[in-house]
């Protein structure tokens, strides 16, 4: 059997703490305490989510930094968002009506994107949603959101509403990343 060529760390006294009979690497430790405080960040999310959202962002702030180019991603990054943030149960790939489920409620997710002139969204008012999640990716890839009841949303003659985040920011609650 071939190895990964990565040599294994034996765990012992220069290296782990001897504890109920056994030897517990440092880096178990570490790695359960960075869970923990995951799981104390984020107590909704699937915690096995935030690494993938995380490398999603890098992946596309350093694309953007190499080519000024921008990478079609960032309404996946808005759902892991607001899975990982609320604990939105996100449905499967172009489901209809909603992009998840938070409790009873279905959620519509919008991202702002970094590259975009105007902190705004256009949302369908047709679609089956009773709350509206806005994820904003800004120009520093600093990322935050604000969750909104669809009945505190202003009125629209139309069939779609185009809605400024100063505007969300008064009507929902903000969720930003730490």
């Known amino acids: ?11 012992g006294s220069d290296n782990a703490i001897w504890d109920d009979g056994e030897w517990v690497s440092w880096s178990s430790i570490n790695s359960h305490l960075e869970r ?3 799981q104390t960040r984020y107590p ?10 995380e490398d999603l962002l890098s992946v596309a702030q350093q694309y953007h930094l190499l080519t000024g180019k921008h990478l079609q ?7 892991l968002y607001g899975a990982i943030a ?13 992009d998840g489920r938070l409790g009873n409620d279905f959620v519509e997710i919008k ?10 969204v256009t949302v369908k008012l047709d679609r089956h949603f009773s709350k509206l999640l ?9 990322v935050s959101a604000l969750l909104v009841d669809r009945n505190s949303l202003p009125k629209a003659s139309g069939s779609v509403i185009n809605i400024d985040w100063d505007t969300l920011s008064q009507l ?7």
Do not use: C, Q
């Open 111 to 120: 991202t702002i994107t970094p590259f975009k002139k105007k902190d705004s």
């Open 73 to 79: 991603v960032y309404g996946d990054i808005g759902e």
């Open 134 to 142: 806005v994820v904003k990716i800004d120009a520093d890839f600093e």
């Open 1 to 11: 059997m071939r190895g990964s060529g990565l040599a294994e760390e034996v765990p």
């Open 36 to 38: 923990l405080e995951l």
């Open 172 to 178: 929902g609650s903000p969720h930003n990343r730490a």
């Open 86 to 98: 609320y604990g939105i149960e996100l449905h499967r790939n172009y489901a209809k009506g909603s």
């Open 44 to 53: 909704d999310a699937d915690v096995e989510l935030i690494p993938v959202f």
